[in-house]
């Protein structure tokens, strides 16, 4: 997988995957979008090679320490789970500062309403998506039939 260094999106998201992040997708450095949601993943996030990223979802797994590598680039769209059952971040799994939502472990499905109606994307509703074009500048855009 770390091969695959022209790869824009990757979405691992929901396929119950154990153990750590293999730290070679940080070879993917052309990579934008990053679905790791709703696994078992543990250990440190790492990855902080990847910034070009624009999403980037961790929420739902056993990820523990900082984010502050990932941090030091603008990312969009960045869930993990850096809550907890009260609303706060005290005794968060994950320290994040740049975190556009924080989830806790009891809230499963924390960024579910959020991400459907975001980043350009329509998850919802029936559309189909046809194919994603990826710009130079930073762009990701769906093709979308609305003509079902």
């Known amino acids: 997988l770390g091969e695959l260094t022209k790869l824009k999106f990757l979405d691992l998201g ?9 730290q070679s997708l940080g070879n993917l450095t052309e990579l934008m979008v990053l679905l790791l949601n ?8 790492g990855l ?4 070009k990223l624009e999403a980037l979802l961790i929420d739902d797994n056993d990820l523990t320490g900082n984010t502050d590598e990932m941090c030091a680039h603008d990312i969009k769209y960045f869930i993990a789970d850096c809550g907890n059952s ?22 499963s499905t924390c960024n579910d309403d959020e991400w459907l109606g975001n980043h350009q994307g ?20 769906p093709f979308i039939n609305y003509n079902r």
Not at 14 to 22: A, G, Q, R, Y
Not at 38 to 45: A, F, H, R, V
């Open 86 to 107: 009260t609303g706060g971040t005290l005794g968060a799994e994950v320290n994040c500062t740049c975190c556009t939502q924080c989830c806790a472990d009891v809230n």
């Open 14 to 22: 929901e396929n119950k995957l154990e153990d750590t992040i293999p």
């Open 122 to 141: 329509t998850w919802e509703l029936g559309y189909n998506r046809i194919y994603w074009d990826f710009d130079d500048n930073g762009y990701v855009s």
């Open 48 to 51: 902080g090679e990847l910034a």
């Open 38 to 45: 709703d696994n078992k993943l543990k250990g440190e996030l």
